[in-house]
């Protein structure tokens, strides 16, 4: 990435997530608005591991408003939907990710708001 983590956000051991604010559809935490991080969870030793937003043409494929995917969900949920993908690491077992969102995105020091765990068991 190029950009040196603020101390507030250290705890974003697997990335940062980034509002592409300036619209230009390329992410830029220098520039861009920084709305949370990836907390990297996995097995004792492990390297390697990243969880990422895909790339699409060559250009990374960015969250879309959820009415984008689905009308009646957008009206029940509303947000966005951020698409994830997730490379293991060179170890097997747990990988457990969690993705937070800051509680105030204004603050890069505020706490964690909406977070969610996945877990994925490599064999």
């Known amino acids: 990435m190029n950009y040196p983590i603020p101390a507030p956000l250290r705890r974003y051991t697997g990335g940062l997530i980034v509002k ?6 390329i992410l830029e935490p220098g520039k861009d608005r920084i709305i949370g991080g990836v907390i990297d969870a ?3 030793g492990a390297m ?3 969880a990422s ?3 699409r043409a060559e250009r ?6 959820t ?9 029940t949920v509303g947000g966005a939907i ?8 060179d170890k097997k077992g747990i990988y457990r990710p969690t993705f937070a969102l800051l509680s105030d995105p204004s603050d890069i020091s505020s706490p964690d708001g909406s977070t969610y765990t ?3 068991a490599v064999e």
Do not use: C, W
């Not at 009415?67 to 009206?75: E, I, L």
């Open 53 to 55: 937003s895909p790339m």
């Open 82 to 89: 951020m698409l994830v993908e997730f490379t293991a690491g």
């Open 20 to 25: 592409d604010s300036n619209a230009n559809g």
């Open 67 to 75: 009415s984008v995917y689905n009308q009646r969900a957008a009206k």
């Open 60 to 65: 990374v494929f960015l969250s879309r408003p």
């Open 42 to 44: 996995a097995p004792a």
């Open 118 to 120: 996945y877990t994925i």
């Open 48 to 50: 390697g591991q990243q």
